[in-house]
């Protein structure tokens, strides 16, 4: 399976209510297995920045296969993939937001979610993730 435009759209939708809930506009960006861009929204008054981050943080959740929170703790100065940020020409991102989507334990593509805090992002990007599973 992958990612097709209506499972993004779906996926786009609940995150969009979980930002609404909290009031904080946020980009919401579904990427398919290669980590080419399936779908994103930029909801009235994102940040501008979020447009790039949501989507890079989608990326980066398929590319490592792991939440971009989870690569953020192994990348710190000291720690296994410290420097990894810089990889990819920069376009890897180390803080929440951004998780990969999965099927039957393979991943097929990713969220990414940005404009608030990191815990914002997350629950938004759960909240997006939620939708798949169901």
Do not use: W
């Not at 930002?19 to 919401?28: L, N, T």
């Not at 297995?33 to 949501?54: E, Y």
């Not at 020409?89 to 998780?99: D, E, K, P, Y």
């Amino acid at each position: 399976m992958s990612v097709t435009a209506k499972l993004a759209q779906q996926m786009i939708a609940a995150a969009e209510r979980k930002a609404d809930e909290i009031g904080v506009p946020m980009v919401i960006a579904v990427v398919d297995q290669g980590g080419n861009l399936v779908a994103q929204l930029r909801q009235d008054d994102a940040l501008l920045v979020s447009i790039d981050l949501a989507l890079n943080k989608a990326y980066t959740a398929v590319a490592v296969k792991i939440p971009t929170e989870t690569l953020g703790s192994v990348s710190q100065p000291g720690k296994p993939l410290y420097g990894i940020h810089t990889a990819d020409n920069g376009r890897i991102v180390i803080f929440g937001g951004g998780l990969p989507i999965k099927k039957n334990g393979t991943v097929i593509g990713g969220i990414g979610v940005s404009g608030g805090s990191v815990e914002q992002d997350i629950a938004c990007a759960e909240a997006g993730l939620a939708a798949y599973k169901q």
